[in-house]
């Protein structure tokens, strides 16, 4: 069974950043493309970024230009650099993986939570004030 492991998670001031980490223990790992949600307290879980085969990065509107995704097929790795981090960042924080998918993908596709067949258990990131 494929599993995902997220780290890297923590407590941070604002304007401060954090790196999470998610590794995959599916073999095929680049022939799937991965990405990263939120759930904040008493809201749904929601599209923070995503990242094709190909390399091709999508993120909400409200972590653009603060946050990065990206890809280690290598490593089987996918993390996420967050910078400038706010107080409405805190949540937890989920990686995925969707099914063998083409080598690009829309954003659309992405950051749809039913394009994603693998979830981690997620880890915490709080953001004080």
């Known amino acids: 069974q494929v599993q995902l492991l997220e780290s890297g998670g923590g407590l941070v001031q604002a304007g401060g950043s954090l790196r999470l980490s998610c590794v995959a223990s599916?073999?095929?790992?680049?022939?799937?493309?991965m990405g990263w949600f939120r759930r904040a307290p008493e809201k749904e879980r929601e599209f923070v970024a995503g990242?094709?085969?190909?390399?091709?990065?999508y993120y909400a509107d409200s972590v653009k230009g603060r946050f990065t995704i990206s890809r280690d097929n290598a490593k089987k790795t996918v993390s996420l650099q967050m910078n400038s981090l706010k107080p409405d960042d805190t949540a937890v924080y989920y990686c995925?993986?969707?099914?063998?998918?083409?080598?690009?993908?829309?954003?659309?596709?992405?950051?749809?939570?039913?394009?994603?067949?693998?979830w981690g258990q997620g880890t915490q990131v709080t953001v004080s004030s």
């Open positions: 995925a993986k969707t099914p063998r998918t083409a080598f690009f993908a829309s954003r659309d596709y992405l950051s749809a939570q039913n394009s994603y067949d693998t």
């Open positions: 599916e073999r095929t790992f680049s022939e799937h493309a």
């Open positions: 990242i094709s085969r190909s390399g091709g990065t």
